[in-house]
C-alpha cells in the first residue's frame, strides 16, 4: 500500500526545519541522495522508527551527456551503499536518463535508450554481487514527450524485469494529478510491468503560479487515490526544501522556514484505508488480513480472490497463492492452505467416486496355500467358469478351531476320498484368510450346488455358539470382495444349512448372518481418506497396550494425531503410526494398510524406555514420523 513519501533535501546535512517538517507531516517513507549524511538518517530514524529510507544513488559523474563507466559508478557508489545498510534497502540506480535536453547523462532516443540499457544491466549485475541482501531499482524516467518514457522502458525492459523494483515520476499540471496520462503514469508502467512492485520517487504539481492551499488539496487527493493501486509501495513527492530556486514553487517549506498549508493537510488527512478494493479480482481486503497482506506483499499473497468469510467459525479470506485467518487475538495468519487444497482434492476424487457408485472394496489380505494342501493321487475335481457361481456358501469346521486347513484336506482326501480339500477358503479365528481351492474349482461342499457354489470355512464348531468378531468380520471382508469380483449382490451369500438339511454353520446362524452382511457393508474400500495421521496401537483380548499409551503422552499431545486399536479405523487415514511389533499388530495389518494406500511407519522398540526416548526425540525435534513425508 503506498507509503506517504517525500524527497529529502538534496543536500549531505539537513537544516533543524526539515527534521521537524518529516515529523509533522508524518512522512512515512523519506527519499534521499546517496551523498546525504548517515548521521541525518541515524536522526530521522531515532525520531520516526518506523521510517523507510529510498536511496537514490547519486554521483557528480553525471553530467550533459556524459556518465561514468559502470566500473566507475559502482566504485564510486559501493561504500554508500554499505554506509547505508542500517537503515536502507531499497536503492533508485541513477534518475531521468532519458532526459531530452542530457541533462543526466544519456537522451531520449532509442540509441541511447539501448546505450544506458547496456550500462544499466552492467551496474546492476555488480551491485547484486556486492550486496546481495539490497534491493535495487530502475530509475524513474522524465515523462511524456518528448522524453518517450515508455519507449524507453519498452528497450529497456529486461532491466526493468532484472531489477527488483520499478521507479517512476509522476508530474503533472492543473487537474491532471488523477490523469492516467500524468498523475496515474504509474498504471501505465503497471501494465507494462504488471509483476514488479512500483515506488514513485518523485511527483509533484508545477501548475504556474499555483496557491499553496491549491497544491494541498491536489496532493491530498493524490495520496488517497494511491490507496488503491496496491502495487504501489510509495509515492515520495517533490521536494521537502531546496537551496536550489528552480525547484522553490515544489518544496514543502521556504527557505526562511515557514511550512505550507501542504504539510498539515498531509499529517491530517486518512492513513491507512480500512479496506482496500482490488479492481483486478473485484474484491476488498479489510484489517487484518490488509496488515498481513502488506506484510508479506503481493508476490507472496496473490490478489484476493475471495470477500472475507466465515468457515468453520473462523473469519477467512483466500487470496490467488495463500489463505489468510484471524486469530483468536484479533491478528491476521497464514492458513494450512496446503493441506486444505489436498483435502479438497481427495474430497473432490471421493464425489467424483460417489457419482460412479461406491469405491472398490479393497482386496483382502488372502494366504493362497491351495498348491500345498494334500490331494488325491488320481483323482481331480472338475473345473467352471467363474460366471457359473451363485452362492457364497458359509461352513464351519465342527471340530476345534485350532485344527488348521491342513487336517480338513488330509480327512477330506484320505477319509472321503475326495480330489482334494472341499473348501475354496478357510478363515481361522483370528480372521487370517486362507485360499484353499481355486475359484475354477468344483469342489465337494453343498452336494446339488457345488458347481454354483464357494465353499467358506470358518475354524471352529458353531453349533450353539456364535464365531468371533475377528472371524465375522474376515469373512464379511472376504464376502464383500467376492461378491464384487463375481458380480453378485448380498443375497448370494447362505449359510450351509440355507442349500440342504444340514445343521452347518451351527444353530445360531439366523443370528450371525446378520452380523455377517454388516461386515459386508462395512468392509473397507479404497480411496477417501479423511483422516490425517491415526496412530494404532495393540490389542489382545484382554490385554492392550497400556505402557505404551503412557509413554506415548507428550507426542500425542504435540501432534494430535487420531489413536486406536483398530484397523479399519487406521484405513481411514493418509498416515498409519503402528505402536508394537509383529506379534502385537499383525503383519497382514500392515499389508493391509499399505495396500489401501496408507502410509505406514512401525515404531519398533526393544522395551518401553527406549519407546519412551524415541517419543520425547521426535517431540524435541517436532517430527511427527521418523520416515514418512
Ligand atoms: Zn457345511
Given at each position: 500500500m503506498a507509503r506517504v513519501g517525500l524527497n529529502a533535501r538534496n543536500d549531505v546535512f539537513f537544516p533543524e526545519e526539515d527534521f521537524r517538517l518529516i515529523q509533522e507531516a508524518r512522512i512515512e517513507t523519506l527519499k534521499i541522495l546517496s551523498l546525504t549524511d548517515i548521521s541525518v538518517c541515524e536522526r530521522i530514524r531515532r525520531e520516526n522508527p518506523s521510517i523507510e529510507f529510498i536511496v537514490r544513488l547519486w554521483d557528480k559523474g553525471f553530467g550533459l551527456g556524459k556518465h561514468p563507466t559502470p566500473q566507475e559508478f559502482v566504485e564510486r557508489v559501493a561504500p554508500r551503499i554499505q554506509a547505508f545498510r542500517p537503515y536502507a534497502e531499497?536503492?533508485?540506480?541513477?534518475?531521468?536518463?532519458?532526459?531530452?535536453?542530457?541533462?543526466?547523462?544519456?537522451?531520449?532516443?532509442?540509441?541511447?535508450?539501448?546505450?544506458?540499457?547496456?550500462?544499466?544491466?552492467?551496474?546492476?549485475?555488480?551491485?547484486?554481487?556486492?550486496?546481495?541482501?539490497?534491493?535495487?531499482?530502475?530509475?524513474?524516467?522524465?515523462?511524456?514527450?518528448?522524453?518517450?518514457?515508455?519507449?524507453?522502458?519498452?528497450?529497456?525492459r529486461d532491466a526493468v524485469e532484472e531489477s527488483d523494483w520499478l521507479g517512476c515520476h509522476?508530474?503533472?499540471?492543473?487537474?491532471?494529478?488523477?490523469?492516467?496520462?500524468?498523475?496515474?503514469?504509474?498504471?501505465?508502467?503497471?501494465?507494462?510491468?504488471?509483476?514488479?512492485?512500483?515506488?514513485?520517487?518523485?511527483?509533484?504539481?508545477s501548475t504556474p503560479d499555483i496557491s499553496p492551499e491549491e497544491m494541498a488539496r491536489k496532493y491530498v487527493e493524490y495520496y488517497q487515490e494511491l490507496y488503491k493501486y496496491p502495487y504501489v509501495n510509495s509515492a515520495c513527492a517533490f521536494i521537502a526544501s531546496s537551496p536550489d530556486l528552480a525547484w522553490a514553487p515544489f518544496a514543502w517549506r521556504t527557505e526562511e522556514g515557514v511550512f505550507r498549508p501542504v504539510v498539515q493537510a498531509v499529517a491530517l488527512?486518512?492513513?491507512?484505508?480500512?479496506?482496500?478494493?482490488?479492481?483486478?479480482?473485484?474484491?476488498?481486503?479489510?484489517?487484518?488480513?490488509?496488515?498481513?497482506?502488506?506484510?508479506?506483499?503481493?508476490?507472496?499473497?496473490?490478489?484476493?480472490?475471495?470477500?472475507?468469510?466465515?468457515?468453520?467459525?473462523?473469519?477467512?479470506?483466500?487470496?490467488?497463492?495463500v489463505?489468510?485467518?484471524?486469530?483468536?487475538?484479533?491478528?491476521?495468519?497464514?492458513?494450512?492452505?496446503?493441506?486444505?487444497?489436498?483435502?479438497?482434492?481427495?474430497?473432490?476424487?471421493?464425489?467424483?467416486?460417489?457419482?460412479?457408485?461406491?469405491?472398490?472394496?479393497?482386496?483382502?489380505?488372502?494366504?493362497d496355500i491351495s498348491a500345498k494342501l494334500l490331494k488325491h493321487p488320481s483323482e481331480r475335481y472338475p473345473r467352471r467358469e467363474l460366471s457359473a457361481i451363485k452362492y457364497l456358501v458359509v461352513h464351519h469346521s465342527a471340530i476345534p478351531p485350532d485344527r488348521g486347513p491342513e487336517v480338513i484336506a488330509r480327512y477330506h482326501v484320505e477319509k472321503q476320498g475326495w480330489p482334494g480339500i472341499g473348501y475354496h477358503y478357510f478363515i481361522d479365528p483370528?480372521?487370517?484368510?486362507?485360499?484353499?481351492?481355486?475359484?475354477?474349482?468344483?469342489?465337494?461342499?453343498?452336494?446339488?450346488?457345488?458347481?454354483?457354489?464357494?465353499?467358506?470355512?470358518?475354524?471352529?464348531?458353531?453349533?450353539?455358539?456364535?464365531?468371533?468378531?475377528?472371524q465375522i468380520s474376515a469373512l464379511g471382508h472376504l464376502c464383500a470382495f467376492l461378491l464384487e469380483k463375481l458380480g453378485l449382490d448380498k443375497s448370494a451369500i447362505v449359510g450351509h444349512q440355507e442349500l440342504v438339511p444340514t445343521v452347518c454353520p451351527g444353530g445360531r446362524w439366523k443370528e450371525w448372518k446378520s452380523l455377517v452382511l454388516k461386515a459386508v457393508d462395512e468392509a473397507p474400500r479404497q480411496g477417501f481418506k479423511p483422516l490425517y495421521h491415526y496412530m494404532l496401537f495393540w490389542q489382545k483380548g484382554e490385554e492392550w497396550a497400556s505402557e505404551e499409551w503412557e509413554a506415548a503422552k507428550n507426542y500425542v499431545a504435540k501432534f494430535r494425531p487420531t489413536c486406536g486399536f483398530s484397523v479399519k479405523e487406521a484405513l481411514q487415514a493418509r498416515y498409519v503410526t503402528i505402536v508394537g511389533s509383529e506379534d502385537k499388530v499383525g503383519e497382514e495389518a500392515e499389508e493391509l494398510l499399505r495396500r489401501s494406500g496408507c502410509k505406514v511407519e512401525r515404531l519398533s522398540y526393544a522395551d518401553i524406555a527406549s519407546l519412551q526416548k524415541l517419543f520425547d526425540d521426535m517431540v524435541t525435534k517436532g517430527k511427527r514420523f521418523l520416515s514418512l513425508v
Open positions: 531499497k536503492f533508485e540506480i541513477h534518475n531521468e536518463p532519458n532526459h531530452f535536453h542530457r541533462i543526466e547523462g544519456w537522451g531520449s532516443s532509442d540509441e541511447q535508450a539501448r546505450d544506458f540499457r547496456n550500462w544499466y544491466l552492467e551496474v546492476l549485475r555488480r551491485l547484486k554481487e556486492l550486496f546481495p541482501w539490497a534491493k535495487f531499482g530502475f530509475p524513474g524516467l522524465a515523462i511524456n514527450y518528448p522524453h518517450r518514457d515508455l519507449e524507453w522502458l519498452e528497450i529497456c509522476c508530474y503533472w499540471q492543473y487537474e491532471n494529478h488523477l490523469s492516467p496520462e500524468w498523475g496515474l503514469r504509474f498504471k501505465l508502467y503497471h501494465e507494462l510491468f504488471p509483476n514488479k512492485p512500483i515506488e514513485i520517487t518523485e511527483f509533484g504539481d488527512m486518512p492513513r491507512r484505508p480500512p479496506a482496500l478494493y482490488f479492481e483486478e479480482t473485484g474484491f476488498s481486503v479489510g484489517r487484518p488480513f490488509l496488515d498481513l497482506l502488506d506484510k508479506l506483499g503481493l508476490e507472496i499473497c496473490g490478489l484476493p480472490i475471495s470477500e472475507e468469510v466465515e468457515e468453520e467459525g473462523v473469519r477467512v479470506q483466500y487470496f490467488q497463492k489463505l489468510m485467518v484471524r486469530l483468536p487475538s484479533g491478528e491476521a495468519a497464514l492458513g494450512n492452505a496446503g493441506e486444505l487444497l489436498l483435502r479438497a482434492k481427495e474430497e473432490l476424487e471421493e464425489l467424483k467416486a460417489s457419482l460412479e457408485g461406491p469405491a472398490p472394496v479393497l482386496e483382502p489380505i488372502i494366504e483370528q480372521g487370517k484368510i486362507y485360499q484353499t481351492n481355486p475359484l475354477e474349482v468344483i469342489s465337494y461342499h453343498a452336494r446339488a450346488y457345488n458347481s454354483s457354489g464357494v465353499g467358506i470355512c470358518l475354524a471352529g464348531n458353531f453349533t450353539d455358539s456364535i464365531p468371533p468378531m475377528a
